[in-house]
C-alpha cells in the first residue's frame, strides 16, 4: 500500500469528505511522529507499537567490492517494535 492508497483507506474509515481532508490527516500524523522522534521522544501508539530513536555505536566494517577495511561512525537511526495485537493480526 502506498501514500494514496493510505489516504483513500483513512478517508473511507473516518467518514472524510474529501480527499484533501484525509491526505491533511495522513501528512499530520507522520509530522507528529517525526518531529516527536527528532526531539528524542519516544511514540506509543496503543495496539499498533512505539516508535523510538537509537543511538547506533561506531563500528569496524568491511566494504564488500574492495575487502578495504572502513570506520562506520555513531549515528541516530529510528526504531519501530510492533505491539503483540499488530503481530498476532498479521500471522
Known amino acids: 500500500m ?5 489516504v483513500e483507506a483513512v478517508m473511507a474509515a473516518a467518514g472524510l469528505q474529501t480527499k484533501k481532508q484525509a491526505e ?3 501528512d499530520g500524523l507522520f509530522d507528529t511522529i517525526t518531529k516527536s522522534l527528532s526531539k ?3 511514540v506509543a501508539v496503543a495496539g499498533f507499537g512505539v516508535f523510538k530513536v537509537m543511538k547506533r555505536a561506531a563500528r569496524a566494517g568491511i566494504n564488500p567490492k574492495t575487502g578495504e577495511k ?3 561512525a555513531a549515528k541516530i537511526a529510528p526504531k519501530f517494535r510492533a505491539a503483540k495485537v499488530l503481530k498476532e493480526a498479521v500471522n
Not at 502506498?2 to 493510505?6: E, F, I
Request: no cysteine.
Open 70 to 72: 572502513i570506520q562506520i
Open 2 to 6: 502506498k501514500k494514496p492508497d493510505l
Open 40 to 42: 528524542g521522544e519516544e
Open 24 to 26: 491533511a490527516a495522513v
